[in-house]
């Protein structure tokens, strides 16, 4: 038993077989392009690397097969388009499905009953004719193309005279497009379709060609969604896929996961771990992917937490003109008259904010009472002068809502202490401009929250 069953190599190569096609925005894509295949049409897919170009494209080859000839080209590492066109060429599939053709033409081309009688065998008597019978069969048998350019053009001219073909075209940089727009106007007639790296794409200079390829573009760079990698680590992680989910979303939402790649990486990786830990059994396999996403110590990961919010709050400094934030806790009394520690606290031109850091590990707010006296505090003393509290900030992953706190999972939680502070500053930044915190004096409507 195994978490995620990845595949060892999670780029999709020309030689994968059997090929995964998971989320709607894949299974759409994959439908546009052959829907653009079987009218004969050019179209590019694009996308940064590991965004799974190749695999719509393998998957295309293989639904393909029932009705035409795809011809596969990857081009990465390759300079020359021709070259790699004819190691993809399989010329004895060639000649033995002409031979067959011109079984029904055996005494056209002299093979008589005397001929076969004294052991004369037909492939050997067509053999000999090359040369001397010119149509597409006796061509295609023969297989005299020159292996250039200008032969690849005449044999792809003649395979479509018996079957229908196309050319499916990997890893394309902007130095093989020229070659493949001559290809393109060469009055072939047959669907081409592209994988193209992004950056590539972005440095096709030539308009004419950049038209060409913008007319039936597949874009990967703004069309996976959450939905799409939602089914992709359900495919591969079955029953455990909604465990792993808020994780891979956390990261994918970060950029840390920049690619689906990338992120079927690290559910194999994930998967190697939990198997080392907990071998065959399914439930260890659980526990473990629930502790590795839970609080290990929470009196630990708060104190590394306010660390983390000063800093954030330091980076936001300038854009919401903070011009203190104190070094460590700050003693501060409640309306009610109860004395509690904030362990945030900055100053700002207009007045004082103050805040606590409470990391739960049941979903339930630590220290209620505590956080109640704060959200009850109207002036801080520092340095001898007395200052108005404008308003206040709970930090904390436990099931609660108000103005006041800023809530994230403890996935995020984990993330920011393990020192991702720009997941923290969006946080703050997004709750400090959502209840206008900064400049307005909301200690009243505050206090009445908990």
Known sequence: MTLCKIPKVTVTTWSVKNVVL????????????????????????????????????????????????????????????????????????????????????????????????????????????????????????????????????????????????????????????????????????????????????????????????????????????????????????????????????????????????????FLRSESEKAERECGESIECMKNYVEKSMALKNPEEETREMEKRVREALSLLSQEFSIKYIHPRGKRVVGSNGKSVLASLFFLTDDGAYIGTVKLSKDGELPDKADVESILTVNTVEHDKKDYKVLGKLVITNANVNGTNFVTMSTIEVLRIVDGDVDILAEKLKERLRESNLIGKTSANEASNET
């Open 22 to 265: 998971a989320g709607p925005t894949y299974r759409k894509y994959y439908e546009r392009g052959l829907s653009l295949m079987k009218e004969g049409q050019v179209a590019s897919i694009v996308g940064q690397p590991g965004m799974g170009k190749t695999t719509i494209l393998k998957k295309l080859e293989e639904s393909s097969k029932e009705w035409m000839k795809p011809i596969f080209l990857d081009m990465a590492n390759k300079d020359d388009l021709s070259s790699e066109f004819w190691t993809k060429i399989n010329e004895t599939e060639i000649r033995k499905d002409s031979l067959i053709r011109l079984e029904g033409r055996k005494k056209e081309l002299g093979y008589t009953f005397w001929r076969k009688l004294f052991g004369v065998k037909f492939w050997d008597h067509v053999e000999r004719m090359c040369g001397k019978v010119d149509d597409v069969d006796m061509r295609l048998f023969c297989m005299q193309y020159p292996k250039n350019y200008d032969g690849m053009i005449s044999l792809i001219k003649d395979l479509k005279e018996i079957n229908k073909v196309g050319l499916l075209i990997d890893e394309v940089r902007e130095t093989h497009l020229p070659v493949i727009h001559r290809v393109i106007n060469a009055g072939l007639g047959v669907p081409v379709i592209m994988a193209i790296p992004t950056d590539s794409f972005s440095r096709i200079s030539d308009l004419a060609l950049r038209r060409r390829i913008e007319e039936s573009r597949i874009s990967l760079d703004d069309g996976v969604t959450e939905e799409d990698v939602k089914e992709i680590v359900e495919t591969y992680c079955g029953e455990l896929g909604d465990l792993l989910l808020p994780m891979i979303n956390l990261l994918w939402k970060g950029k840390e996961l920049p690619s689906i790649s990338s992120i079927l990486q």
